[in-house]
């Protein structure tokens, strides 16, 4: 398959998942809905070309196109769960295939209930179980019972708690004052989490529309750092505490005009002046801010220092910062390298992981840089990490 037509698949993945995502939030005639799923219909079309069909199929946790794991960063990672969850092994789509079809699968894999998935004229489903052996190569087991399921998408956020969240974020964009009714609640939701969740990295969300990335990248810090801080045996009110602070960590980009957010062109001195200056825009915004722990105003302010002070806004004096901050430049920085943006591609999960691992000691913390290479390992087993 040429660079484009495997580029063409991966853009039907990141479509396909993060529709799905959005209609387990919204409902299926919501207009993102039918937008991704027309993006999903004219990228796999792209990606058959004059081919009859593609063929997917899951060993584990991945994808695999012609034998080879397929690649492209977090999606073909959380498509691969969205089957694994509904006993799915491989996923053929033909050539004459509808959006329609593309729409009923959506809907299928949104569903919250076990129910089962039929295929269609041009989507066909294969309930096979697929297990890799590195000696043996991979092989079809059938399904029988696929033990504990993964939640795929916000842990046990319910519709109303997301709402709420997304409520939150909107009225804070539009009229600069923080509303924390709702997040404390919602913060809690993603703990509660944790003690059920067979892998919580699964909770991340995908990028739903360009404008929404920093409300997306928000939830997926705060899930990585109430991941860190768990293992390390932090539980009780500060882990609360941590939780609401990644939540907050990049409330200071409110005052970031859009065009700059999403510029495609290099950055101009004076676009970066504006970007560097958001940590202390966040913490001057929720220093006055009503319910809101002083951990995540210290966050705000710190969470771009680096450890080696390269980072800004500059220090003063010998200021430590705070273990919160630490963890929020490893989740920062790992959700940011996994993400697809306007002027940059998304990484690879082994690339963004090996280049990390060799930051610690220098922009990371060398000991939460190491527990968090653990937490990856754990459940991504199988990646390499140079």
């Not at 306007?342 to 190491?370: C, D, I, N, R």
């Amino acid at each position: 398959m040429s660079d484009h037509r495997q580029q063409a698949l991966l853009d039907f993945i990141r479509h396909l998942a993060s529709a799905v995502t959005t209609a387990s939030i919204y409902p299926l005639e919501h207009k993102q809905v039918g937008s991704l799923c027309a993006q999903a219909l004219d990228s796999i079309l792209t990606a058959i070309d004059k081919d009859s069909e593609i063929s997917l199929k899951r060993v584990d946790d991945q994808m695999i196109l012609g034998g080879k794991p397929l690649g492209g960063g977090m999606y073909p990672i959380r498509l691969a769960s969205m089957l694994k969850h509904r006993g799915i092994g491989h996923l053929k789509i033909s050539r004459f295939v509808e959006q329609q079809e593309i729409l009923n699968l959506i809907a299928a894999l949104s569903r919250k209930d076990k129910s089962e998935i039929h295929s269609t004229e041009n989507v066909r489903l294969g309930k096979l179980e697929l297990r890799y052996n590195p000696s043996e190569g991979a092989e079809a087991e059938s399904t029988g019972n696929e033990g504990e399921a993964v939640k795929p998408d916000y842990a046990d956020l319910s519709e109303e708690q997301l709402d709420r969240l997304m409520e939150i974020y909107e009225a804070t964009k539009k009229q600069k004052k923080l509303h924390s009714v709702g997040i404390s609640e919602i913060v809690s939701s993603f703990i509660a989490s944790f003690t059920r969740e067979s892998n919580p990295l699964l909770a991340l969300a995908p990028l739903r529309q360009m404008d929404e990335y920093t409300f997306t990248h928000s939830i997926n810090v705060c899930v990585l750092n109430l991941a860190q801080a768990s293992a390390l045996g932090i539980e009780g009110a500060l882990l609360h505490d941590i939780g609401i602070a990644a939540l907050l960590h990049d409330v200071g980009k409110i005052q970031v005009p859009t065009e700059i957010l999403n510029k495609k062109e290099k950055l101009t001195d004076d676009d970066w002046k504006i970007i560097k200056n958001h940590p202390i825009e966040g913490a001057k915004f929720l220093i006055n801010a009503p319910g809101v722990p002083r951990l995540a105003v210290v966050t705000a302010y710190e969470h771009h220092f680096r450890f080696d002070a390269s980072g800004y806004p500059t220090r003063i004096g010998k200021r430590e910062q705070n273990i919160s901050s630490h963890m929020t430049a490893l989740s920062d920085m790992f959700d940011a390298m996994l993400t697809h943006r306007p002027y940059s591609a998304a990484s690879e999960l082994s690339e963004v992981a090996t280049t990390m691992k060799y930051m610690g000691g220098t922009q990371l913390h060398p000991l939460l840089t190491e527990n968090f290479m653990k937490i990856i390992k754990k459940y991504y087993p199988d990646l390499d990490i140079a």
